[in-house]
């Protein structure tokens, strides 16, 4: 009975978890970075420390370029050189990724540099959405992250739990 109440929690907190976050908002704003202070899409991410962030990130790129590199160009700063995203521009552009560990959450700032302008809502309107949902689609699959994280926490648990019922309902047998 503790085993089939302690699964009906962990699917309970787990879809509560799933569904905490539905709509992400992408937020653009002007912040300073490595090459001045450009316009960029920033969005936050709850529970995720920098380091988590930086490592769901290079999980995420790679997943859309097995050719893209992800190098460091300042503190907290990554870019990736001639990242082709196909719904943003038909050439190959820099991304910028900006990471801001807040006290509640940590803030991925994405500036997409076309060569000779930043996209923004008023430089590239027909971009502008594009932008947004791209990082969009980043955040979406640090959520994922964070829950198969979570969901596995909760199944060690379970597990531990188990095969301590296991234990003593064969030691209690005799």
Same mark, same amino acid.
């Given at each position: 009975m503790?085993?089939?109440?302690?699964?009906a929690g962990m699917?309970?907190?787990?879809?509560?978890?799933?569904?905490?976050q539905k709509?992400i908002?992408v937020?653009?704003r002007k912040?300073?970075?490595?090459t001045?202070?450009?316009?960029?899409?920033?969005v936050a991410? =709850?529970n /995720?420390?920098?380091? #988590?962030?930086?490592?769901? @990130?290079?999980n995420?790129?790679?997943?859309?370029? *097995?050719k893209?590199d992800?190098?460091e160009?300042?503190?907290n700063?990554?870019?990736?050189n001639d990242?082709?995203?196909?719904?943003?521009d038909?050439k190959p552009?820099?991304?910028?990724?900006l990471?801001?560990?807040g006290?509640?959450d940590?803030?991925?700032?994405?500036?997409?540099?076309?060569?000779?302008?930043?996209?923004?809502?008023?430089? =590239?309107? /027909?971009?502008?959405? #594009?932008?947004?949902n791209? @990082?969009?689609?980043?955040?979406?699959?640090?959520e *994922?992250?964070?829950?198969?994280?979570?969901l596995a926490?909760?199944e060690k648990?379970?597990?531990?739990?188990?095969s301590n019922?296991?234990f003593?309902?064969?030691?209690?047998?005799?």
């Amino acid at each position: 009975m503790k085993i089939e109440s302690l699964i009906a929690g962990m699917l309970i907190l787990c879809s509560g978890y799933s569904h905490a976050q539905k709509n992400i908002d992408v937020v653009e704003r002007k912040v300073t970075m490595s090459t001045g202070e450009h316009t960029g899409y920033t969005v936050a991410l =709850q529970n /995720a420390g920098d380091d #988590d962030v930086r490592s769901m @990130l290079e999980n995420w790129i790679e997943e859309k370029s *097995k050719k893209a590199d992800l190098s460091e160009t300042g503190t907290n700063e990554w870019v990736i050189n001639d990242f082709l995203i196909s719904d943003l521009d038909e050439k190959p552009l820099d991304v910028y990724f900006l990471i801001e560990e807040g006290k509640n959450d940590t803030k991925v700032t994405a500036f997409y540099d076309l060569g000779d302008v930043y996209i923004s809502s008023e430089t =590239q309107p /027909a971009k502008h959405e #594009d932008a947004k949902n791209f @990082l969009r689609s980043f955040a979406y699959r640090a959520e *994922k992250i964070k829950i198969q994280q979570r969901l596995a926490e909760v199944e060690k648990s379970l597990n531990k739990v188990e095969s301590n019922y296991k234990f003593y309902s064969i030691t209690n047998f005799w």
